[in-house]
């Protein structure tokens, strides 16, 4: 270990003359001109530089701002669509089950004649009913 610091301390030792010997051959109103950039470098970037407080006063609402908007978003992607629901009048069901009912077509067409008699049959039930009900008031 102590053979790699001296290594680094003889790299250190050699990048210092180096460095050294080419400022030497700089004439010094090059010098005073690049260190007068530079100050006035080092100066312009700390007149720009903000506090910490004023610059999250800057980002607290764009972020409430970019929330928000992600909030609407996943709403509107999360509810789907609107379907509305069909209610069919419970007459029409009824309606669909006698139609769907092979028996019950059997007792119309009695016997696959056609006659219609299973309506007269009904027609005439509905009649004894209602005629009987007028005798009795």
Same mark, same amino acid.
């Given at each position: 270990?102590?053979?790699?610091?001296?290594?680094? *301390?003889? $790299?250190?030792?050699?990048?210092?003359?180096?460095?050294? =010997? %080419?400022?030497?051959?700089?004439?010094?109103?090059?010098? +005073?001109?690049?260190?007068?950039?530079?100050? @006035?470098?080092? /100066?312009?970037?700390? %007149?720009?530089?903000?506090?910490? $407080? +004023?610059?999250?006063?800057?980002?607290?609402?764009?972020? %409430? @701002?970019?929330?928000?908007? &992600?909030?609407? @978003?996943?709403?509107?992607?999360?509810?789907?669509?609107?379907? /509305?629901?069909?209610?069919?009048?419970?007459?029409?069901?009824?309606?669909?089950? &006698?139609?769907?009912?092979?028996?019950?077509?059997?007792?119309? /067409? =009695?016997?696959?004649?056609? %006659?219609? +008699? $299973?309506? /007269?049959?009904?027609?005439?039930? *509905?009649? *004894? =009913?209602?005629?009987? +009900?007028?005798?009795?008031?």
């Amino acid at each position: 270990m102590s053979a790699q610091g001296e290594q680094l *301390t003889d $790299f250190e030792r050699r990048a210092r003359v180096a460095l050294e =010997e %080419s400022v030497t051959r700089i004439d010094g109103r090059v010098r +005073s001109r690049l260190n007068q950039a530079r100050q @006035a470098a080092v /100066e312009a970037a700390e %007149s720009h530089r903000r506090p910490l $407080f +004023s610059r999250l006063f800057t980002l607290v609402p764009t972020a %409430s @701002a970019a929330a928000a908007a &992600l909030l609407v @978003a996943i709403f509107l992607v999360h509810r789907g669509p609107q379907t /509305e629901v069909v209610r069919t009048p419970p007459a029409a069901v009824e309606d669909l089950d &006698l139609l769907a009912d092979s028996d019950g077509l059997d007792l119309v /067409e =009695e016997g696959g004649d056609g %006659s219609g +008699s $299973f309506y /007269e049959w009904a027609a005439d039930q *509905t009649q *004894t =009913e209602a005629g009987g +009900s007028e005798t009795d008031t």
